[in-house]
């Protein structure tokens, strides 16, 4: 199964079981140095996210190198930055389609 094979390529081999957000989720992470402490556990393991905001039928094809091991709440704060940087960028979009 690719997925597997993905994941633990990522989320254990290279990632060590540790979330690998490095403040790309909005948090600056001050008491661990600016990453993510956090580690995978029994019923709480690491989301595989595209290193950049991709649609998800091209998120699907991506190699390893293009994807990260992030823990539920990186994950969840990555993806509310995403959105809000996509609602932005199409209102400055339609904004501009107005002139």
Partial sequence: MVAERLWRQVAVGRAGGRCECRTECGSPHLKDDGACSREQSIGRPLHLVPRTDVPEHVAAAL????????????????????RKNRDQASQIVATEALF
Avoid: E, K, N, V
């Avoid at 990260?68 to 509310?80: E, K, M, S, V």
């Fill in 63 to 82: 190699p390893a190198d293009d994807l990260i091991a992030l823990c539920a709440a990186c994950h969840d704060g990555l993806t509310r930055a995403r």
